[in-house]
C-alpha cells in the first residue's frame, strides 16, 4: 500500500566449502564510484584457520545484481578463479587456491577484482549507493569497508549505518566503515525534488451552500512548497493544528468542483520542530486502541520507542498480495492477522504502542518513490499512497519520522536512525486518526488517477508579491483588527509584525500561499494616541522571503480620543468657571 523508491541490494557471500566456525575472515574492500556511478570494487581477503587440519583449498563468492565485468582473482602464486557462472540475478564465482596453508592461525590471502556497473544510481537530484552485503561476516570477523565518490554527488543525506569516518577530498569524498554486519545503504545530496500535479473532485450534496476543504501538500521544517497552480484558487488557505494545509471552497448546493493543483516540492533531511501538547497526541483513535488489554500487556515488555520499532518490524509480515486493498484494519485487527500487513498497518501498530507508552506518535500519508517493486511494493495503476508513523521527541521538541515497513521490506535497512529523502508528505494524522483525506482520496467516483509525482528536472524559483494588509474596522470604538493577506502561491515563513510606536509585536511561522489572516492590534496609551504622529498606524511587517514593508492605517482611536480629551477640557474648564463664579457670589 504505498509508493516507494528503488533498492538493488548486492548479496555478497563469502561460502567456503567448509563451515564459517572453522575460519576466520579479514576483509578490506574499496569502491571506487565514477562520475556516472559505476564501481570499481577491489576485496582483499584473508582466511586464517581456526583448527590444525583443516585449510581452504575452494572457495565460492555468490553476488546478486546484474552482471559482473572484469572479474579477476589471484593468491600470491597467480590466478584462483576456476569459473563464472550467471544465473538469474546471481554471479557466482569459484575459486581454488594454488597454495595449501595448513596449520592452525595459517593465513590464505587473495585479491578480487571486478566492476560493477551503475553501483551508484541518480534518481532526481540523489545519488542512491546499495553496497554490496557481506553475508559471511561474523560478528567476531574484521570487515573494512571504504568508498570513494566524487565530490559532485553531493553531502551524505541518509546512512542505514553510522560510517567510521567520513573525509573531504579533491574532488572526492572518502567514507569509511569498521566491523559492520549492517546492511549499508547511502543517499548523497542535499535535496530531493519532485512535481506533482494532483486532481480533486469534490461535490456539496446538501440542498444549502457548503464551505468544503481539501488537503494540500503542506510545507514543514523539512519539506518546503513551491504551487505553480490552484484552479480554481480557494477562497482561503488554512493551517490544522497538525500543520496540514487545507484549502477551503464555498460550493452552492448540488454543486461539484473539479480542482488542479501543482508545483514542486523540495524535501530536505531535517526534523520537524513544533511544540505540541503531549495529551493530545496519547488519545484513543479509531485505529489507535490504546487502552485495549493486549496492547498493554505487549507494552509492558518494551522499555522506549526504539523497542517498541523493533517489536513492529519483528512481529508483522508485509504481504505483496494486500497492496492493492483498501480495508484498513487497525492495530487490533493487524495483530490477529500480523502476516497480511502492509504500511498502514506497520504504522498504526507503532503508534498505537507509542501511545500507549506515553511517548506521542501520529501517521503521515504520501508518497515515497521506488521502481523496485520486490524490495518496496507499489501499485503504479492506482492512488496508493505510503503511510509512516513519527513519533514526538522530548528532548529535542521535534517530530521524528520513522518507516519500519521499509526496513521490513529491505531485510534490515535501518529506517529508526534516519530517513530518506524520497518521503513526501500530503497529511499528518495526529488529532484524528482518519481525517483529513489526502490527495487520492477525493474521486468522487470518478475513475481516474488524480495523484501523479515524478522526478523534477530543474527547481522552480518562488516569485513573492507584496502582501496585502487592510483594516477591518468598521467602527471607531471597535478594536483595530487587521487582515493580512499572502496573494502569491509560495508560503511566506516567519513573518514578524510591529506596530511603530508600540512595544508590540508578533510572530507567525507560516502563512500559506493563497491564504489570509485576521490581527488585533493594540491600542495606544490614551495619551499617546493624541500624538499627531499617530493618526496612522504605521504597521511594519517582514518574513524570511520579503524585504520589511510599511503600511499606514488610518487610526480611529485618535480622532475619538482626540475628541474625548477636548470634551473633557472643555467640560474641565467649564466646570471651574461655574465653580470660580458661584465662589464669587458666595463671598459677596
Given amino acids: 500500500m504505498f509508493l516507494l523508491f528503488l533498492i538493488t541490494f548486492f548479496l555478497f ?41 583443516i585449510y581452504p583449498t575452494t572457495y565460492q563468492i555468490i553476488l546478486s545484481g546484474p552482471a559482473l565485468e572484469k572479474i579477476t582473482g589471484t593468491d600470491n602464486r597467480g590466478n584462483i578463479i576456476q569459473k563464472v557462472e550467471k544465473t538469474g540475478d546471481l554471479n557466482t564465482i569459484y575459486l581454488k587456491f594454488n597454495d595449501s596453508n595448513l596449520g592452525k592461525d595459517k593465513v590464505t590471502k587473495f585479491t578480487l577484482n571486478y566492476t560493477i556497473p551503475a553501483l551508484a544510481i541518480k534518481k532526481g537530484n540523489i545519488w542512491e549507493i546499495p553496497v554490496p552485503e557481506n553475508q559471511s561476516i561474523k ?55 519532485f512535481d506533482f500535479n494532483f486532481k480533486y473532485f469534490i461535490e456539496n450534496t446538501s440542498n444549502q451552500s457548503k464551505i468544503l476543504e481539501i488537503a494540500i501538500p503542506p ?55 513544533a511544540t ?92 515515497a518513490y521506488t521502481n ?53 508528505a500530503f497529511v499528518f494524522h495526529g488529532l484524528d486518526s482518519e481525517n483529513p483525506l489526502p490527495p487520492g482520496a477525493y474521486k468522487n467516483k470518478h475513475n481516474t488517477k488524480t495523484v501523479l509525482v515524478e522526478f523534477a528536472t530543474q527547481e522552480l524559483i518562488s516569485k513573492y508579491e507584496k502582501l496585502k494588509v487592510i483594516s477591518l474596522n468598521g467602527k471607531i470604538y471597535q478594536p483595530t483588527v487587521i487582515k493580512i493577506s499572502n496573494q502569491n502561491y509560495n508560503s511566506l515563513s516567519d513573518l514578524k509584525i510591529s506596530v511603530n510606536n508600540l512595544n508590540w509585536k508578533q510572530e507567525i511561522k507560516t502563512i500559506p500561499p493563497l491564504s489570509s489572516l485576521e490581527i488585533k492590534i493594540p491600542n495606544y496609551p490614551f495619551f499617546k494616541s493624541l500624538n499627531p504622529q499617530n493618526r496612522k498606524i504605521n504597521i511594519k511587517v517582514e518574513s524570511l522571503n520579503t524585504s520589511s514593508t510599511q503600511f499606514y492605517l488610518s487610526n480611529p482611536k485618535y480622532y475619538l480620543n482626540l475628541a474625548i480629551f477636548i470634551g473633557s477640557i472643555i467640560t474641565f474648564f467649564g466646570l471651574s468657571g461655574i465653580i470660580i463664579t458661584s465662589s464669587k457670589k458666595h463671598k459677596k
Fill in 139 to 193: 560478528e567476531t570477523d574484521s570487515n573494512e569497508i571504504n568508498i570513494l565518490i566524487p565530490s559532485t554527488f553531493g553531502n551524505l543525506s541518509f546512512s542505514s549505518s553510522n560510517p567510521e569516518n567520513i573525509i573531504p577530498l579533491n574532488n572526492q569524498t572518502q567514507i569509511f566503515f569498521n566491523k559492520t554486519n549492517q546492511k549499508i545503504f547511502l543517499i548523497f545530496g542535499n535535496y530531493q525534488l
Fill in 372 to 424: 523496485n517493486s520486490k524490495i518496496k511494493p507499489i501499485n503504479v495503476n492506482a492512488d496508493i499512497l505510503h503511510a509512516w508513523p513519527q513519533y514526538y521527541d522530548q528532548n529535542r521538541q521535534a517530530w521524528i519520522s520513522v518507516d519500519p515497513t521499509w526496513e521490513k521490506t529491505t531485510n534490515g535497512v535501518d529506517y529508526f536512525k534516519d530517513l530518506d529523502p524520497n518521503h513526501f
Fill in 276 to 367: 505540541i501538547d503531549n495529551k493530545d497526541y496519547l488519545k484513543e483513535q479509531k485505529y489507535w486502541p490504546v487502552n485495549d488489554p493486549t496492547i498493554t500487556q505487549i507494552i509492558s515488555s518494551l522499555k522506549n520507542i526504539k523497542d517498541i520499532y523493533s517489536y513492529t518490524v519483528n512481529n508483522l509480515t508485509y504481504d505483496y498480495a494486500a497492496i492493492n486493498a483498501s480495508e484498513r484494519k487497525g492495530a487490533l485487527n493487524t495483530l490477529l492477522l500480523p502476516t497480511s500487513s502492509i504500511c498502514t498497518d506497520f504504522t498504526d501498530l507503532f503508534i498505537t504502542l507509542a501511545r500507549a507508552k506515553g511517548i506521542p506518535a501520529r501517521e503521515v500519508q504520501g508518497f
Fill in 13 to 53: 557471500s563469502l561460502n567456503p566449502v567448509k563451515a564459517f566456525d572453522e575460519f576466520k575472515t579479514n576483509q578490506k574492500i574499496n569502491y571506487q564510484i565514477d562520475y556516472q556511478g559505476n564501481a570499481i570494487v577491489s576485496q582483499e581477503i584473508q582466511l586464517i584457520n581456526n583448527f590444525s587440519e
Fill in 219 to 273: 510545507e514543514t521544517d523539512n519539506q518546503k512548497i513551491v504551487y505553480k497552480e490552484i484552479s480554481p484558487p480557494p477562497f482561503n488557505i488554512r493551517v490544522d493544528t497538525d500543520g496540514n494545509w487545507l484549502a477551503q471552497y464555498q460550493l452552492s448546493n448540488n454543486q461539484e468542483l473539479e480542482i488542479n493543483v501543482s508545483g514542486q516540492a523540495k524535501i530536505i533531511p531535517n526534523i520537524i520542530k
